[in-house]
Every structure is written in C-alpha cells, then in structure tokens.
C-alpha cells in the first residue's frame, strides 16, 4: 500500500511497523491451521442441508452466477427493487458512504479481481483489466492504501493488475504480499504446509477430468479451481461428483463453491475475511477508529470479508452484482465499470477534500 512503511515478514513485524512483535493477526495467521477439521465438518453439514433441501452443487452454482436473461429479464421487477433498497447503489450513496470518512478517517480499500475489476469472460486465463481500470486503481492507490484480494494465485493476480505499489492477497488471503518496492515483506502464507497437497490434487483432478469437454482446472497455489463455465450444464453435476471422489480420500480439504467454479482449499481458519483482518492490524489500524475500510466483491469468497465489517461495526461492504443476492454487503455495484466510476469519483472526492487541519505545536 502507498505511503505505508509496514513490513512483515514470516518471523513477525519488523522495523518500520506500527506494531512491536508478533501481531495478533500474525498469530492468527500462523495458528489459521489448527481450525482444519472443524471446519471441514462445517462445510459438510452444510452440503448435507443442501442435499437435504434438494438442491444439487449444479443448482446453486447456477444462482450463483445467473445471466441476465435468466435472472432480471425473466425475473420480477419487484424483487429487484426490493433488493436495492436494502442495498442500494454505491454511486446513488457516494455522500453517506463518504460521510463515513470524516473526522480525518483512512480510508482503505479493498478490492476483489474477477467480477470486480475485470468482466467475467469464458477463459480464466484471460481476464484482463482495462487500461482505464488499471489507471483509476493506480490513482486510488496514490490516496489510499489499496489491497487486491482474490481467490487466484497472487503472482497471476499481479500480473493482471499491474502495479507494483499494492498489497496483494491471492489464493483467497491465503498468501499476502506487501509492494514490490519491499522484496522481504511476505506478510502471511497460512497454508503453507498443504503446498504438497494441493500439487497432488491438481494432477489427479487434471486426470479425472480431462473427458468433461471444457472443464479446466486451475492451479492458485494454495488452492484450485475447477472450472464449469464452458461446460455443457447436463455435464455439471457429473463433474462436481468426479471433484468430490477426488477429494473425499483428503479430509483437510474442503470444496466451495463460486462463479461457475467449484474451489478446493485447505480447510484451514482463514479466508478474505481474515486476510482483511490481517492487512488491517499490519497498517496500524487494530481496533483503530479512524479507519474505514472499504471492501469491493462479486463473489461468494467476498461475503466473509463483508461478514468481518459486519462485526467490526466498521467499513463499508459493496457487492457487485446486476441481480439481487444474499449478501452481508450494505451498498451494490452492477458491474465492474461501475466499480470503476465508483473508484474515479473517491479520487475526484479525495483530491477536493481540504486538507487535514495542522496542529501547530505550542512555543
Ligand atoms: O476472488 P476472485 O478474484 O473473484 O477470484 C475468484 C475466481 O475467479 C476466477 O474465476 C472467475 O472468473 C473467470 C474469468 O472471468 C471465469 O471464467 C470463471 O467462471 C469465474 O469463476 C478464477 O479463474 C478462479 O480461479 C478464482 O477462484
């Protein structure tokens, strides 16, 4: 993040931190593991209730990424106005949202990749951000510090963006990294151990699937991605049945599911929510009220970071979506040109905004 001097590296907070040994977030951080199997249990249970409900993987990943057509045009009106009052636009709301930020408040943001900064295209490997996009981040990033947080692997992430002056958590937090301009400053990698793990999956996934025409597995690092976006929807729940066979032999993973993907992840205690929690306490803001974190999402994955302001009674949660979601986001975005506007106008805001007022130190 710019202007920002925090470095911390595997072994804790080092010189230039605004916090003196390890932190709690890094010892939440190192001690993220030891909640596996609990919550292994917990993702369980909650396939059994969908079971139980009748619904299949197919169907919720369905409603988790519906197309226009088979959502607002189809759907009533009523039910989407009904959900913008709840959770109205970001744009529509700049002032109140910005009102959070007074009284010399920092506002740090967060944004999610896929779905948020760059549109939803069939080819994961080609995701990119427009230039316009990558502009407005670099200048939000100028005022503000910035963190990119996404399910993909952090160097593709960075790759994608482009710029070298933002944190960066990719794999789903599970591998956060400070600017580039400070090499040693590998903040987290709570997941470490499951690297071996997640390596022999993803071969035996590439195998087991490599008959699903379209399906494609991807390698985050410290988790995967299976893919079902070019796959014919009457092959959906064959294949999330193939994933599952894979990983019921490995109980330290759990399956999740998002945008026409199903995720495999260490099912260690630690997701965006955390990894939000974590750059939080690393800039000097733990328990900090003047601070206002701003976290922008699409996805699943983005409602435990909405989860944790929920908690903390602080910041401000946008989704992105054109349809109504269940979400723990307060304000709504249609899409990532939205977001965009959005980012361009915290600038404009920002640049117009009267100085801090100087405190001149008495004589
Ligand atoms: O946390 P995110 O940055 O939103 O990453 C979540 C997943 O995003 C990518 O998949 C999604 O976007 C693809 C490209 O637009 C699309 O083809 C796919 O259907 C979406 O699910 C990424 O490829 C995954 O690995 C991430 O887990």
Redesign the pocket.
């Given at each position: 993040m710019t202007n920002q001097d925090v470095v911390v590296s595997e072994m804790g907070i080092a010189a230039g931190s605004a916090l003196p040994g390890p932190s709690p977030a890094l010892l939440a951080c190192r001690g993220a593991a030891a909640g596996a199997m609990s919550l292994r249990y917990l993702d369980l249970a909650a396939a059994a209730a969908r079971s139980a409900a009748g619904c299949t993987w197919a169907d919720a990943m369905r409603a988790s990424?519906p197309t226009r057509s088979s959502s607002r045009a189809a759907d009533d009106a009523d039910e989407f106005t009904a959900w913008m009052r709840k959770h109205p636009s970001a744009l529509g709301k700049f002032e109140q949202i910005v009102a959070g930020a007074s009284g010399g408040k920092k506002i740090v943001m967060f944004l999610?990749?896929?779905?948020?900064l760059?549109?939803?295209?069939?080819?994961?490997d080609a995701?990119y951000m427009s230039d316009a996009m990558r502009a407005a981040v670099r200048d939000v990033a100028k005022h503000f510090p910035t963190a990119i947080?996404?399910?993909?692997c952090r160097d593709k992430?960075r790759n994608f963006v482009g710029l070298s002056e933002l944190y960066y958590a990719g794999s789903?937090g599970m591998d956060i990294k400070g600017p580039s301009s400070n090499p040693e400053s590998v903040l987290c990698q709570p997941a470490s151990e499951f690297l071996p793990v997640i390596d022999e999956v993803y071969k035996l996934l590439v195998e087991k699937t490599k008959s699903t025409p379209g399906a494609k597995v991807?390698n985050?690092k410290f988790?995967l991605?299976v893919?079902?976006?070019c796959v014919d929807e009457k092959r959906w729940n064959a294949l999330a049945e193939q994933v599952k066979a894979v990983i019921k032999d490995y109980p330290k993973l759990k399956l999740t599911q998002?945008?026409?993907?199903l995720?495999i992840r260490p099912s260690i205690m630690w997701d965006?929510g955390k990894a939000l929690e974590f750059l939080l306490e690393s800039l000097g803001f733990a328990n900090c009220s003047d601070v206002l974190p701003v976290y922008i999402?699409?996805?699943r994955?983005?409602e435990d970071a909405f989860k944790v302001l929920r908690k903390r009674g602080q910041g401000i949660g946008i989704l992105v979506s054109k349809c109504p979601k269940e979400t723990n986001a307060s304000y709504s975005l249609q899409d990532p040109s939205e977001v965009m506007d959005f980012l361009l106008r915290l600038v404009d805001w920002k640049r117009k905004s009267p100085p801090p007022p100087m405190i001149r130190p008495r004589v």
């Open positions: 990424s999610d990749y896929d779905g948020t760059s549109p939803i295209v069939a080819d994961p995701a947080v996404s399910g993909r992430v789903h991807e985050n988790c991605s893919h079902f976006r998002g945008r026409k993907v995720e965006k999402g699409d996805d994955t983005d």
